[in-house]
C-alpha cells in the first residue's frame, strides 16, 4: 500500500478494517460483469452504487484505500482539521466579543489530529469493502489492470466486462525542483498523519490545499510561510476576492512570499531549506516540515491503457469525449483522472454521467453540468459559473453586481463583515453566468446562486426567445424573501440592485406622475 495510516491507533485501525480490511478474500469472478469499475474513491464508488443499485451486475476494484483521496487524505481529513483551527480562531478572537478565557488558551495539536482521525473513521463505513459487498457489488483488493479485449486482471484474477470504468483519480505530483527528492517532505498522504506540530511549516503552492492548510496550521500556532510564484494566492479566483482571504490569513500570521521561484529545496539536520528567487534577489526560508501543495497527477500508469487503445496523457490524465468514453468505446472514465475539474462533487455527477451512458445508451453530457467549488478558508470563497477573464475570452458581454458584507446585518453583527457577494449576468438581462462569494459560510450560500444557473441552463434557447418560459434570475431572487437575519440576504440584495436598474428616467417618471395624480 502507498499510503501509509500513521499513526496506527485505533482509529486508524477502524479505518482499515473498512477501507482496506486486512483479512480481505476476493470472491471468485462471477461471469460477465455489466460494469467493472477500476478505483473506489467517489468516481468509483457512484458508479458501481448506482449501476448496482439499478440491477447491473458490479466489480469494483480498489488498490489503496475505499474511499480515495476524498475520505483518506483529502476532503474529510482537511475539513476536520480546519474545524478545529476555527474554533482555536474563535477562541482567540473571543475577547472581542467580550467572552473572557480566563487562563488564556493554547492548542493540543495531537488531541484536534486524533478528532480528525476518529471522524474519519467514523464516516469511514458509509465506504467500506464490506458495505459494497453487502449491497450485491464484487469487491476486489488489488491493482487493477486491462490485459487486452474485455478483462482486466486483479490479484491474479480474471474479470470479463461489458463495459469499464477508469476512476483512478490522482495524486500529488512529483514536482522537478532540485534537491525535492532528497528531502523528506510532507505531501496530503502525509500531512494527515502528523501527531505534532511543526513550529515552522513551509508550503509550496498558493492553491486551495496549500492555502487551506496555511490557514489552518497558523492558527494550530506554527509559523506558516506560504510560496506563491503569482501576485497572489488563489490565483484562479477574482483577484479581489482572493486579496479578502490572503488578508485575513495575514491576520491569522501567516507569511506570504509571493512572485517567489522556487530554486532548489535542501535537507540541512532536521531542517528544510527552501532557496526562492524574489524580485532577483535569492534567499532562504527554513522550516521544520515542508509540504508540497501543488500538483496533482492523473493515475494512469501501469494499467494496461495502451492494451485497450485507451488514449492519455501523463499530465492531463485519460481522453474522455463529452459523454465521458474513453477512445475504446466500451470504457469511460470518471473523476480527477480525466478531468480538470478536481472535486467530490464533480467526481459524484461525472459518475452519474457514466451510468445513464455506459448502461443506458444515454447522451448525458458533462459540458451540460454547472460545478460550483470552494476553498474552505475563514473566510470561505465559493465561486460557480465565469469570471470575468472567461466572459471576456468568450466574447460575453456582462453586467456586475457586487453587494458587499458591511452593508448584511448578520455578517457585521458576526464581526464577519470583510467579503461580498458578487454576480456576473449577462449585459442587460438577469440571467446569471457566474458568481463569486466570499464570506464565511459561502459554499453553502453558492448553492442558490447555481441552482439558478441550472434551472436556467435546461430551459430551450427557443422558448426563452418566444418568452414563453422564464429562469431564475437575479429579479426571482430578489423577490424571494430570505430570512433576515442571514448573509445570504446579500445575495437577495443583488436582486434589489438588479431591478433598480429597470427603473429607468422614463418608468421613474411614469411613476411619479400616476402618484401625483392619484394624491
Ligand atoms: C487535501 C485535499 C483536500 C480536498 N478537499 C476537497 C474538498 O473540500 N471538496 C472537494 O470537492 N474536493 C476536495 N478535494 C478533491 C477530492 O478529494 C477529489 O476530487 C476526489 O477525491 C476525486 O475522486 P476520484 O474518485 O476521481 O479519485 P480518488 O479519490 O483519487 O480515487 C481513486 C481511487 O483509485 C484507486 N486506484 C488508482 N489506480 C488503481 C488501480 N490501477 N487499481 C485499483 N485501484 C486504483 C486509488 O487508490 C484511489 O483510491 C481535496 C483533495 C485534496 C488532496
Excluded at 501543488?294 to 492494451?307: A, F, K
Excluded at 418566444?466 to 442571514?486: K, M, N
Amino acid at each position: 500500500m502507498l499510503i501509509q495510516l500513521q499513526p496506527y491507533d485505533e482509529h486508524n485501525q477502524t479505518l482499515e478494517a473498512n477501507v482496506h480490511p486486512p483479512d480481505w478474500v476476493n470472491p471468485d469472478p462471477d461471469g460477465r460483469y455489466n460494469m467493472v469499475v477500476i478505483g473506489a474513491g467517489t468516481a468509483g464508488l457512484v458508479s458501481a452504487i448506482g449501476a448496482a443499485g439499478l440491477g447491473a451486475k458490479v466489480a469494483l476494484i480498489e488498490r489503496e484505500l475505499m474511499g480515495g483521496d476524498c475520505l483518506n487524505v483529502g476532503c474529510v481529513p482537511s475539513k476536520g482539521v480546519i474545524s478545529a483551527a476555527r474554533i482555536a480562531a474563535a477562541v482567540r478572537d473571543a475577547g472581542e466579543f467580550g467572552v473572557r478565557v480566563p487562563d488564556g488558551w493554547s492548542v493540543d495539536f495531537g488531541a484536534a489530529m486524533e478528532r480528525m482521525r476518529r471522524l474519519r473513521a467514523g464516516i469511514s463505513h458509509h465506504d467500506s469493502a464490506a458495505r459494497f459487498r453487502d449491497l450485491g457489488m464484487d469487491v476486489f483488493i488489488g491493482d487493477g489492470k486491462f490485459t487486452g479485449g474485455d478483462i482486466i486482471e486483479v490479484a491474479g484474477k480474471q474479470l470479463q466486462f461489458k463495459r469499464a470504468v477508469i476512476a483512478t483519480g490522482g495524486r500529488a505530483a512529483e514536482l522537478p525542483i532540485p534537491g525535492l527528492k532528497d528531502v523528506d517532505y510532507l505531501t496530503n498522504e502525509s500531512i494527515f498523519s502528523l501527531t505534532e506540530l511543526p513550529e515552522r511549516l513551509v508550503i509550496i503552492g498558493g492553491g486551495p490545499i496549500g492555502t487551506e492548510m496555511a490557514q489552518t496550521f497558523a492558527r494550530f500556532g506554527s509559523h506558516v510561510t506560504q510560496i506563491e510564484k503569482s501576485a497572489n494566492i488563489l490565483f484562479r479566483e477574482e483577484t479581489d476576492a482572493a486579496l479578502i482571504v490572503q488578508q485575513a490569513m495575514e491576520k491569522d500570521g501567516v507569511h506570504f512570499a509571493l512572485n517567489a521561484v522556487t530554486k532548489r529545496v535542501e535537507q540541512r539536520g532536521n531542517e528544510k531549506v527552501v532557496v526562492i528567487e524574489q524580485n532577483g534577489e535569492q534567499r532562504e526560508i527554513v522550516g521544520d516540515q515542508l509540504l508540497i501543495g501543488i500538483g496533482r497527477s492523473p493515475n494512469v500508469e501501469g494499467m494496461g491503457l495502451e492494451n485497450v487503445g485507451v488514449k492519455f496523457d501523463l499530465r492531463e490524465g485519460v481522453e474522455v469525449n463529452d459523454r465521458l468514453q474513453t477512445t475504446n468505446a466500451s470504457i469511460f472514465a470518471a473523476g480527477d483522472v480525466c478531468s480538470k475539474y478536481k472535486f467530490t462533487h464533480a467526481a459524484d455527477f461525472m459518475a452519474r454521467i457514466v451510468i445513464q451512458n455506459a448502461l443506458f445508451k444515454g447522451r448525458a453530457k458533462v459540458s451540460a453540468l454547472t460545478i460550483p467549488w470552494t476553498t474552505y478558508t475563514s473566510p470561505e470563497l465559493a465561486h460557480v459559473g465565469l469570471n470575468p477573464a472567461d466572459t471576456k475570452a468568450q466574447g460575453i458581454e456582462i453586467d456586475t453586481y457586487t453587494q458587499p458584507l458591511d452593508g448584511v446585518d448578520r455578517a457585521i453583527l458576526e464581526s464577519d463583515d470583510e467579503g461580498f457577494v458578487r454576480v456576473h449576468t449577462k449585459k442587460g438581462t438577469d440571467t446569471i453566468v457566474g458568481a463569486t462569494i466570499v464570506a464565511s459560510n459561502a459554499g453553502d450560500m453558492i448553492s442558490e446562486i447555481t441552482l439558478a444557473m441550472v434551472i436556467n441552463s435546461r430551459i430551450p434557447t427557443w422558448k426563452k426567445k418566444l418568452r414563453l418560459a422564464r429562469g431564475v434570475g437575479l429579479a426571482t431572487i430578489g423577490s424571494t424573501i430570505h430570512p433576515y437575519p442571514t448573509q445570504a440576504e446579500a445575495i437577495r440584495k443583488l436582486g434589489d440592485q438588479y431591478s433598480r436598474t429597470r427603473l429607468t428616467p422614463f418608468v421613474k417618471n411614469l411613476f411619479k406622475r400616476w402618484l401625483a395624480w392619484t394624491r
